[in-house]
């Protein structure tokens, strides 16, 4: 997941702005170039519900990242009540880098940590190693095992998956909304 996308100009939503600038100097269409105001966002609330919510990702920098990058324009309550798989925050972030988010590049990476710890849907039975072990906190010797009995047998359900050495119950239960079989 990243927010490494090809830089276009102007960022989708900046025709508009763009337009309305030179309709507004041409003093056509004052209605026209009337652009909603901005939220005003209270970067110490953001930052509390997002803290709220990382209870498996115990790295403060994250949630700080994902505050000062994805609360820039819009509230945290947009992502927050949303878990999605991989590929659908990829085509988020994507959108978002469309619209100007530039995030460095350890930001992107304390962003994807904190997504995938927090925020990701995985089927536990169809999802990539690189999915599996940053959302289950599993180490590798441990996705490789989950991959491995997939090939041979389905899980089933949490229990199932308890069962694989070094996948803590104690994780699972905590993703128990965002874990598919």
């Known amino acids: 997941m990243s927010f490494r996308t090809p830089r276009t100009w102007p960022p989708q939503g900046g025709r508009v702005f763009l ?3 030179l309709l507004g100097l041409l003093g056509i269409g004052a209605a026209t170039a009337q652009l909603p105001a901005r939220p005003v966002i209270d970067a110490v609330k953001e930052l509390a519900a997002i803290k709220a919510v990382s209870d ?15 609360t820039t324009c819009h509230s945290s309550s947009q992502f927050l009540g949303t ?14 880098a469309q619209l100007g ?13 904190y997504f995938q710890r927090n925020l990701m849907v995985v089927n ?24 491995m009995r997939r090939g041979e047998r389905r899980f089933t359900g949490i229990a199932d998956l308890a069962a ?17 079989f």
């Open 19 to 21: 337009s309305a600038i």
């Open 56 to 70: 498996l990702d115990d790295d403060p920098a994250d949630a700080e990242a994902v505050q000062q990058v994805c």
């Open 83 to 96: 878990p999605r798989s991989s590929g659908r925050w990829e085509q988020v972030f994507g959108q978002m």
């Open 101 to 113: 988010a530039r995030p460095t590049d350890t930001q992107v990476d304390q962003i994807v940590r």
């Open 124 to 147: 536990v039975n169809t999802s990539p190693m690189e999915e599996l072990g940053p959302t289950l906190q599993a180490d590798p010797n441990a996705t490789t095992a989950i991959v």
């Open 164 to 180: 694989i050495p070094g996948v803590k119950r104690s994780v699972l239960e905590r993703l128990k909304g965002r874990l598919q």
